[in-house]
């Protein structure tokens, strides 16, 4: 059975930072794509950043330069740093991961950002 949790939301101040964690297991996950989005309230889900196999990161334009993305695939999980954070970055951050055989979709980790 796969399972895909998330952790490491929580409230923060503009400029603060916390790291999210992305936990897999029951795909091989060393071969997996890993990806982060994100949902605010009354909008849609976007897309935020994914690292492949090799640990190259991308990212959606809006959190270039401050938010990073890596994995550990010993401890079979991936994290997203993320720091001067903005009151727009405020939502639920889902992780996904592509496997072989499909794709696996977390409960999702509230950051909130508020002064």
């Known amino acids: 059975q796969v ?7 929580g409230l923060v101040q503009p400029g603060g930072s916390l790291r999210l964690s992305c936990r897999v297991s029951g795909i091989i996950f060393g071969y997996a794509t890993v990806h982060w989005f994100r949902q605010a309230p009354g909008k849609e889900r976007e897309w935020v950043a994914k690292i492949i196999q090799n640990g190259r990161g991308d990212y959606i334009e809006s959190v270039k330069g401050r938010f990073t993305i890596s994995r550990d695939n010993r401890k079979e999980t991936v994290y997203l740093q993320m720091n001067d954070l903005k009151f ?4 639920v951050y889902y ?18 950002v508020s002064s």
Do not use: F, I, M, R
């Not at 399972?3 to 939301?9: D, K, R």
């Not at 727009?88 to 939502?91: E, K, N, P, Q």
């Open 3 to 9: 399972e895909v949790v998330e952790s490491g939301g």
């Open 95 to 112: 992780c996904k991961a592509d496997g072989v055989l499909g794709n696996y979709w977390g409960q999702g980790t509230q950051v909130t």
């Open 88 to 91: 727009d970055d405020t939502a």
